[in-house]
């Protein structure tokens, strides 16, 4: 069964993005194509970037590090549920997702992006990001307005077709994220 993290984006006390990811991955689970888990990157206790080796090659020195690695390692994809902070996503998601490079590529991503205008320019700076650690990004994305889907800016009621967003954004998810463990398993095949 292939398996898809649901990553909550925001560390900050009082966040927005914890409910909202619940709520996609209440969503997700209606689903039987796929595996889901709710990933929260405050649960790692990463500090700033503090490894010493670039992680492209690998060479990991700290258990905070192992841990983080192990989990994202155990996915075909990822559903990133981004804040956006002066127009690009959280300082607390960028430095989690620097901390690891062979456990992205050949993966698959979508994302579902809050804020003023919807998240729109932070998922726009994450699929940039993806770009450079080989992370195949779906086109359909899931945006939360704070004028619709959060009542007084504050409260997350989401508009009732968000639901069917998640579910278009979820099926890209998993039609190229099988694709790619299908690369993935041809690829190690290769190297033996
Ligand atoms: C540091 C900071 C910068 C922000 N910048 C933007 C922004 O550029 N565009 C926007 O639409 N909202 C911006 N906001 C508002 C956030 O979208 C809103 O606070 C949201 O709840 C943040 O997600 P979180 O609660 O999960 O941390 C910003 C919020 C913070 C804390």
Same mark, same amino acid.
């Given at each position: 069964?292939?398996?898809?993290?649901?990553?909550?984006?925001?560390?900050?006390?009082?966040?927005?993005?914890?409910?909202?990811?619940?709520?996609?991955?209440?969503?997700?689970?209606?689903?039987?194509?796929?595996?889901?888990?709710?990933?929260?990157?405050?649960?790692?206790?990463?500090?700033?970037?503090?490894?010493?080796?670039?992680?492209?090659?690998?060479?990991?020195?700290?258990?905070?590090?192992?841990? /983080?690695?192990? %989990?994202? =390692?155990? &996915?075909? #994809? @990822?559903?990133? +549920?981004?804040?956006?902070?002066?127009?690009?996503?959280?300082?607390?998601?960028?430095?989690?997702?620097?901390?690891?490079?062979?456990? /992205?590529?050949? %993966?698959? =991503?979508? &994302?579902? #992006? @809050?804020?003023? +205008?919807?998240?729109?320019?932070?998922?726009?700076?994450?699929?940039?990001?993806?770009?450079?650690?080989?992370?195949?990004?779906?086109?359909?994305?899931?945006?939360?307005?704070? &004028?619709?889907?959060?009542?007084?800016?504050?409260?997350?009621?989401?508009?009732?077709?968000?639901?069917?967003?998640?579910?278009?954004?979820?099926?890209?998810?998993?039609?190229?994220?099988?694709?790619?463990?299908?690369?993935?398993?041809?690829?190690?095949?290769?190297?033996?």
């Amino acid at each position: 069964m292939l398996r898809i993290a649901i990553i909550i984006g925001s560390t900050r006390p009082g966040r927005k993005g914890e409910a909202v990811a619940k709520w996609a991955y209440e969503i997700a689970q209606k689903r039987s194509d796929a595996e889901f888990e709710l990933v929260d990157i405050e649960d790692f206790n990463l500090p700033l970037l503090d490894e010493p080796m670039p992680p492209i090659m690998g060479q990991y020195t700290h258990n905070h590090t192992k841990r /983080w690695s192990e %989990k994202i =390692a155990s &996915f075909d #994809g @990822y559903v990133f +549920v981004t804040p956006e902070y002066n127009h690009a996503t959280s300082g607390a998601l960028k430095n989690a997702i620097d901390f690891l490079y062979a456990e /992205w590529v050949n %993966k698959a =991503a979508g &994302f579902i #992006g @809050y804020g003023g +205008v919807s998240g729109a320019r932070a998922v726009e700076n994450l699929r940039l990001i993806m770009g450079e650690l080989q992370v195949a990004t779906v086109r359909a994305q899931v945006g939360l307005s704070m &004028f619709t889907d959060f009542e007084n800016f504050s409260v997350f009621k989401p508009a009732p077709i968000q639901e069917k967003h998640v579910h278009v954004m979820l099926d890209q998810v998993i039609a190229w994220g099988g694709a790619l463990r299908t690369l993935r398993e041809k690829q190690a095949q290769g190297a033996e």
